[in-house]
C-alpha cells in the first residue's frame, strides 16, 4: 500500500508468473499421513503427530500462531516457552493443515506443545503409575475411581498421593451423582483433591488477595466465588465419556453449580488475562502486570460500554494506558509534530494544535471492532465521539459542518498485483478528489492501522505515497 507503480512493478514479476495477488490465501494442505488424536476436540486427550518439520510460513502466519500459543498457554495454564512453541508451531500447522482438508474445526489439546516421542514416554509413565497405583484388593468402584484419578492428575500435571486420592474419591462420587441427577457430566477441576475445608480456606486467601492487589474493582472477587464455588464444580460442561458408569444417586444433592455471568464485572480474571495474552501479541507487546492491571480496568470499562450500547469496539494499542498517560503521550507527540512541521514537504498537510480542553478533541482508549482497516468515524453521532480510535499522530479536529463538506469518494476496485504490466497497481474512479480535499486526519487513522497490521514504521515519507494510493 505504500509503494508507488514503479516500485511495485519492480517487486512483481517474481510472483506474477504463479498468479499472486495483494491477499495471501491460505496455505495448501500438504499432504501428510492420517492426523493422530492430539488434533481432537477441546478436552479431549490425545498423541500428537509425527514431527515432519515446520511448513513455510510468512510473516503473518507466524504472529497468528503466537497469538493461538500464547491463548493456548491461558487456556491450559502453561507458561510461554520459545523451545515449546517451535513445536506447537509445528503441530498448529499440521492441525490447520488437516481442518483445511476435512472442513473440520479440531484444536490441539494440552498436549500441544509436545513431540511425539515426548507425549509417548509421558503416556507411559501415567499407564505405569496406574498400574501400580491399582491394587488387587480394589473393588471395580475402587479400580475405576483410581483410573479417573490417574488421568486427573495427569491432566493436571500433578503427583499421585494416598491421602490426597482420599479426598477426591469423596469428591467424584458426589460429582458422579450429580451428574446422574442433571444428566450432564461435568468433570472434576484442578481443585478436585481438597476437602471443603481446604478449598475454603484456599478461597479466602485468593479472595483477600484480590481485594488487597485491586481495591479499585470491587467486583474482582465475585468472579472468583462463581468459578471456583466447591471443588466438584467443574468450570464449565465437558463432554466426558457417557458409558461411564455412575454412582447410586445419594439422598443429599451435590449444590447446584453456578452460572458465570456474561457481564464485564463478572468476567474471570483467567478470561481477561487470555484477552491481554492476544492484545499483547495483535500489538508486539511485552506482557508486563504493572500494565495488565490498567489493561484489566481499560478492557472492564469497554466491555461494559458494549453491553450497554450493544456495540464490539475492542482496545487499541493504546489499551494498556491510563487515561493520564495517553493525554501526557498525545501532548508530547503534538508538540513534536508543531517543532517538526515548518521542515516538512509543502505537500505534507500540517495540524493545528488541539484545544485539549475542547470536547470535540475527546479521544479514548478504544478503537473500533477489530478489522484489517479500522472504520471511520462517523459525523452524525456525537456519543459515538467517546470511543474514537486513538492515533499518536497530530490529528485535524474539524466541526460537524466541515466534517459534512468533505466529498468521500465511491468505493473502488483495488487490483495489486493480479494483472498484465500494462495494468496500473490501483484502479481509480474519474471522480477521485484531490489530496487536499480528504481530511488529513482520517487518512493518518488509515496509515496508523496499516502500519500495526504489517509491522510497518510510521514514516512521514511513505506516507505521501500511501495518502496517493489510499486516496485514489
Same mark, same amino acid.
Given at each position: 500500500?505504500?509503494?508507488s507503480?514503479?516500485?511495485?512493478?519492480?517487486?512483481?514479476?517474481?510472483d506474477?508468473?504463479?498468479?499472486?495477488?495483494?491477499v495471501?490465501?491460505?496455505?495448501?494442505?500438504a499432504?501428510s499421513?492420517?492426523?493422530s488424536s492430539l488434533?481432537?476436540?477441546?478436552?479431549?486427550?490425545a498423541?500428537p503427530?509425527?514431527s515432519?518439520?515446520?511448513?513455510?510460513?510468512?510473516t503473518?502466519?507466524?504472529?497468528?500462531?503466537?497469538s493461538?500459543?500464547?491463548?493456548w498457554?491461558?487456556?491450559?495454564n502453561?507458561?510461554?516457552?520459545d523451545?515449546r512453541f517451535?513445536?506447537?508451531?509445528?503441530?498448529w500447522?499440521h492441525?490447520?493443515e488437516?481442518?483445511?482438508?476435512?472442513?473440520?474445526?479440531?484444536?490441539?489439546?494440552?498436549f500441544?506443545?509436545?513431540?511425539q516421542?515426548?507425549f509417548?514416554?509421558?503416556?507411559?509413565?501415567?499407564?505405569?503409575?496406574?498400574?501400580s497405583?491399582?491394587?488387587d484388593?480394589?473393588?471395580?468402584?475402587?479400580?475405576?475411581?483410581k483410573?479417573?484419578?490417574?488421568?486427573w492428575y495427569?491432566?493436571y500435571?500433578k503427583?499421585p498421593?494416598?491421602?490426597?486420592?482420599a479426598?477426591?474419591?469423596?469428591?467424584w462420587?458426589?460429582?458422579?451423582e450429580?451428574?446422574?441427577?442433571v444428566?450432564i457430566n461435568?468433570?472434576?477441576?484442578?481443585?478436585?483433591?481438597?476437602?471443603?475445608e481446604?478449598?475454603?480456606s484456599?478461597?479466602?486467601?485468593?479472595?483477600?488477595d484480590a481485594?488487597?492487589?485491586s481495591?479499585?474493582?470491587?467486583?474482582?472477587?465475585?468472579a472468583?466465588?462463581?468459578l471456583?464455588s466447591a471443588?466438584?464444580?467443574?468450570?464449565g460442561?465437558n463432554?466426558?465419556?457417557?458409558?461411564?458408569?455412575?454412582a447410586a444417586?445419594?439422598?443429599t444433592p451435590?449444590?447446584?453449580?453456578?452460572?458465570?455471568?456474561?457481564a464485564?464485572k463478572?468476567a474471570?480474571d483467567?478470561?481477561?488475562r487470555?484477552?491481554?495474552?492476544?492484545?499483547?501479541?495483535?500489538?508486539n507487546k511485552?506482557?508486563?502486570e504493572?500494565?495488565?492491571?490498567q489493561?484489566?480496568q481499560?478492557w472492564?470499562?469497554?466491555?461494559?460500554?458494549?453491553?450497554e450500547?450493544?456495540?464490539?469496539?475492542d482496545?487499541?494499542?493504546?489499551?494498556?494506558m491510563s487515561p493520564?498517560d495517553?493525554t501526557s503521550?498525545?501532548q508530547?507527540?503534538?508538540?513534536?509534530?508543531?517543532?517538526?512541521?515548518?521542515?516538512?514537504?509543502?505537500?505534507?498537510e500540517?495540524s493545528? =494544535?488541539?484545544?485539549? +480542553?475542547s470536547s470535540s %478533541?475527546v479521544? &479514548? *482508549? @478504544?478503537a473500533g #471492532?477489530s478489522?484489517i482497516v479500522?472504520?471511520e468515524? =462517523?459525523?452524525?453521532? +456525537?456519543s459515538s465521539? %467517546?470511543?474514537s &480510535? *486513538? @492515533?499518536?499522530? #497530530?490529528?485535524?479536529?474539524?466541526?460537524e459542518?466541515e466534517?459534512?463538506?468533505?466529498v468521500?469518494?465511491p468505493?473502488?476496485?483495488?487490483?495489486?498485483?493480479?494483472?498484465?504490466d500494462?495494468d496500473?497497481?490501483?484502479t481509480t474512479?474519474?471522480?477521485?478528489?484531490?489530496?487536499?480535499?480528504?481530511d488529513?486526519?482520517?487518512v493518518r487513522?488509515?496509515?496508523?492501522?496499516w502500519?500495526?497490521?504489517?509491522?510497518k514504521r510510521p514514516?512521514?515519507?511513505?506516507?505521501?505515497?500511501?495518502k496517493?494510493?489510499?486516496i485514489?
Amino acid at each position: 500500500g505504500d509503494m508507488s507503480q514503479d516500485e511495485f512493478t519492480r517487486v512483481q514479476p517474481n510472483d506474477a508468473a504463479a498468479g499472486t495477488s495483494a491477499v495471501t490465501p491460505p496455505a495448501t494442505a500438504a499432504s501428510s499421513s492420517s492426523v493422530s488424536s492430539l488434533y481432537a476436540a477441546p478436552s479431549s486427550s490425545a498423541s500428537p503427530p509425527a514431527s515432519t518439520g515446520a511448513s513455510a510460513t510468512t510473516t503473518d502466519d507466524d504472529l497468528t500462531i503466537r497469538s493461538e500459543y500464547a491463548n493456548w498457554c491461558v487456556k491450559f495454564n502453561k507458561v510461554e516457552d520459545d523451545a515449546r512453541f517451535a513445536q506447537f508451531k509445528i503441530n498448529w500447522t499440521h492441525q490447520s493443515e488437516h481442518n483445511l482438508r476435512t472442513g473440520a474445526s479440531f484444536q490441539l489439546n494440552e498436549f500441544g506443545d509436545m513431540s511425539q516421542d515426548e507425549f509417548q514416554h509421558q503416556l507411559q509413565g501415567a499407564k505405569s503409575s496406574t498400574a501400580s497405583f491399582v491394587t488387587d484388593d480394589d473393588t471395580d468402584e475402587d479400580a475405576l475411581i483410581k483410573g479417573e484419578y490417574a488421568d486427573w492428575y495427569t491432566r493436571y500435571s500433578k503427583l499421585p498421593d494416598e491421602h490426597r486420592f482420599a479426598h477426591f474419591k469423596e469428591n467424584w462420587k458426589r460429582q458422579s451423582e450429580y451428574n446422574a441427577q442433571v444428566g450432564i457430566n461435568y468433570l472434576l477441576n484442578e481443585f478436585g483433591d481438597m476437602s471443603q475445608e481446604e478449598f475454603t480456606s484456599m478461597k479466602e486467601e485468593k479472595e483477600q488477595d484480590a481485594s488487597a492487589s485491586s481495591s479499585s474493582d470491587p467486583d474482582s472477587t465475585s468472579a472468583m466465588s462463581s468459578l471456583y464455588s466447591a471443588p466438584t464444580a467443574d468450570k464449565g460442561p465437558n463432554m466426558a465419556d457417557e458409558s461411564k458408569p455412575f454412582a447410586a444417586v445419594a439422598s443429599t444433592p451435590a449444590p447446584p453449580l453456578p452460572v458465570v455471568s456474561t457481564a464485564a464485572k463478572s468476567a474471570s480474571d483467567v478470561t481477561i488475562r487470555s484477552e491481554y495474552s492476544s492484545w499483547c501479541a495483535k500489538y508486539n507487546k511485552k506482557s508486563d502486570e504493572a500494565r495488565y492491571v490498567q489493561f484489566k480496568q481499560n478492557w472492564i470499562c469497554q466491555n461494559d460500554y458494549n453491553i450497554e450500547n450493544g456495540t464490539s469496539f475492542d482496545l487499541n494499542e493504546f489499551g494498556d494506558m491510563s487515561p493520564e498517560d495517553f493525554t501526557s503521550m498525545q501532548q508530547q507527540e503534538q508538540a513534536s509534530s508543531l517543532n517538526t512541521s515548518s521542515t516538512s514537504d509543502a505537500t505534507i498537510e500540517t495540524s493545528p =494544535t488541539i484545544d485539549a +480542553s475542547s470536547s470535540s %478533541s475527546v479521544e &479514548s *482508549l @478504544y478503537a473500533g #471492532p477489530s478489522s484489517i482497516v479500522e472504520p471511520e468515524a =462517523t459525523s452524525g453521532s +456525537s456519543s459515538s465521539s %467517546s470511543v474514537s &480510535s *486513538l @492515533y499518536p499522530a #497530530p490529528t485535524d479536529t474539524k466541526s460537524e459542518t466541515e466534517v459534512a463538506d468533505v466529498v468521500i469518494p465511491p468505493p473502488v476496485d483495488v487490483d495489486i498485483g493480479a494483472g498484465t504490466d500494462t495494468d496500473i497497481a490501483i484502479t481509480t474512479d474519474s471522480s477521485a478528489v484531490d489530496s487536499n480535499v480528504v481530511d488529513d486526519a482520517t487518512v493518518r487513522s488509515k496509515y496508523s492501522s496499516w502500519c500495526a497490521t504489517y509491522g510497518k514504521r510510521p514514516d512521514e515519507d511513505r506516507f505521501v505515497k500511501f495518502k496517493q494510493n489510499w486516496i485514489r
